[in-house]
């Protein structure tokens, strides 16, 4: 495309890139900087439009897509404050010490090497000298009875014949 094809291009759709954008909802001013931004970045890159009559809807849609990119660049440039208080506790680590402390000793250290350490199954069952299945049972039964607590339940286990 010549500089006067695109001269002509432009004078024919400049406005009408204006008009698009603002019935996208963009206000007047922004479709302006917009649309002159989008036929800027055209002139840069007319070499390699392949069909010059198509020269307003590929300005359009480079116009559109401009505007997309700086609404996630001032996305991204807003600034959050920083709402946590100054005095910050983690209420969490405090109810996962006391779901710990109400655990059977030996529930609560597999509990804590396996979930708060990250120690894989097979790693804690070479220390304690029992399979990989038996760690993973064990956890099952640990995460089963924190489960319990959580609902307001006990952590004591019940003996099978007294029933669930």
């Known amino acids: 495309m010549t500089a006067e094809e695109y001269d002509t291009a432009y004078s024919a759709g400049f406005a009408g890139t204006v008009r698009l954008l603002v019935s996208r909802g963009i206000n007047y001013d922004t479709a302006l900087d917009t649309a002159q931004t989008a036929w800027a970045r055209g002139w840069e890159c007319r070499g390699q439009l392949r069909n010059p009559a198509a020269v307003c809807g590929w300005m359009n849609r480079i ?22 208080p100054l005095n910050y506790i983690d209420l969490a680590a405090i109810d996962v010490k006391h779901i710990l402390n109400r655990c059977q000793p030996n529930e609560r250290g597999l509990l804590e090497a396996y979930y708060i350490q990250g120690y894989r199954a097979k790693e804690i069952a070479l ?17 089963r009875a924190v489960m319990r607590l959580l609902r307001g339940g006990t952590l004591a286990r019940r003996h099978p014949l007294q029933g669930t």
């Open 127 to 143: 220390e304690r000298g029992c399979s990989e299945v038996a760690v993973g049972i064990r956890l099952y039964r640990a995460r």
């Open 63 to 84: 116009a559109i897509n401009a505007y997309r990119a700086s609404l996630r660049r001032a996305a991204i440039a807003q600034h959050y404050p920083d709402t946590a």
